[in-house]
């Protein structure tokens, strides 16, 4: 018989980060510790990061639903996590580390065994002089690969931010991609697209805001630069099929603790594949423990483009784990230990 205990843990930004729905300052999350009674010393361990705004989940819901999960770990079926996909994919990761030996291990793959997994440079939102100053300290750290979030400030401040890399980088030195939370008007997004484009722009996120369908197809049908859907696939539980063959996007952007865990993350992949759409994985703001899973699932496949994993760098208040940035290449070091004390 299993036995489920939960921990709440408030991450807080090292620097507060900067998108187009606001500033952020914490992160609230929750974990799932999943253990055998007879032997409480080696348990699972899941996190349930959601983000408010965004995910699917009522954060007023969050602690109840959570107990439901505790109190019924035996007898998971009697519960609907439909509408809670963050402690969905929490308890995925806490049963999958438990059913392989409670060391989180979720996944074995030459990720654990020491392969690298070469990930992005994150640039938040801010004034001019902010981002440039994250994007020279990013090149100065190896990234050949940035992100930047835009949407937030004025959209002609952000394209001279971009020229002013571009006559600095060249694309074949230094992909860009964009990220703007939804924050174009789809009348306008077209025209913005064509400038950005100009700056050979490697693909642009989540243009504008979603259940935009009928203008989200007709931008991904005109675009001169590659779309890549990211909050749009957060609501979308059925029809995927339908969804990529109507909508037709260049890139998709998965992130398992939006979408519900690794089962329907591997979904989306394989309808990507199916359809010769691109993907790449991002995480969600998550702790260390999180960002361990996500980035062991990642393991399990051949990757051809930089993933979104370099969040762990965020917090003050981050569990201590074996992952570390080196580079631009996120690593598993075998010879570090995990800090599991507040699950104690």
């Not at 080696?42 to 505790?70: T, Y």
């Not at 979603?210 to 696939?233: G, H, M, R, S, V």
């Not at 519900?260 to 979904?267: I, P, V």
């Amino acid at each position: 018989m299993l036995k489920a205990e939960i921990y709440y843990h408030n991450l807080n930004f090292i620097k507060p980060g900067g998108t187009s729905r606001g500033i952020l300052k914490t992160k609230p999350t929750w974990f799932i510790k999943v253990f055998d009674q007879i032997n409480k010393t080696r348990f699972g361990l899941g996190e349930c990061g959601p983000i408010q705004g965004l995910s699917l989940e009522s954060f007023d819901q969050m602690i109840n639903k959570l107990n439901e999960v505790r109190k019924n770990i035996n007898e998971l079926s009697k519960i609907d996590l439909s509408l809670f996909p963050s402690i969905n994919f929490g308890l995925e990761t806490a049963l999958l580390d438990l059913k392989i030996g409670g060391k989180k291990i979720i996944f074995k793959n030459s990720f654990i065994a020491g392969k690298p997994i070469r990930i992005n440079g994150l640039i938040w939102m801010g004034g001019k002089d902010y981002m440039i100053n994250q994007i020279n300290s990013k090149i100065s750290d190896g990234y050949s690969c940035l992100k930047l979030k835009i949407g937030a400030i004025d959209f002609n401040e952000e394209l001279s931010i971009i020229k002013s890399i571009r006559e600095r980088f060249s694309s074949k030195i230094l992909e860009i991609r964009v990220d703007a939370n939804g924050a174009f008007k789809s009348e306008n997004a077209i025209n913005k697209l064509e400038l950005l484009s100009k700056l050979k722009i490697h693909s642009i996120e989540q243009p504008i805001a979603t259940n935009q369908w009928k203008e989200l197809k007709e931008i991904c049908d005109k675009t001169p630069l590659p779309i890549a859907l990211d909050e749009e696939l957060i609501s979308i539980n059925d029809k995927k099929e339908e969804f990529i063959n109507y909508i037709k996007p260049q890139y998709l952007v998965l992130k398992p603790t939006l979408l519900g865990g690794f089962e329907k993350t591997n979904k989306w992949i394989n309808i990507a594949e199916n359809n010769n759409i691109g993907w790449w994985i991002t995480s969600a703001l998550e702790s260390n423990i999180g960002l361990n899973a996500i980035a062991q699932f990642c393991g399990n496949y051949e990757l051809k483009l930089p993933q979104g994993l370099g969040t762990g760098q965020l917090f003050s208040n981050n569990i201590e784990s074996p992952l570390e940035i080196e580079g631009q290449e996120l690593y598993f070091k075998k010879n570090k230990k995990w800090d599991m004390r507040i699950f104690e």
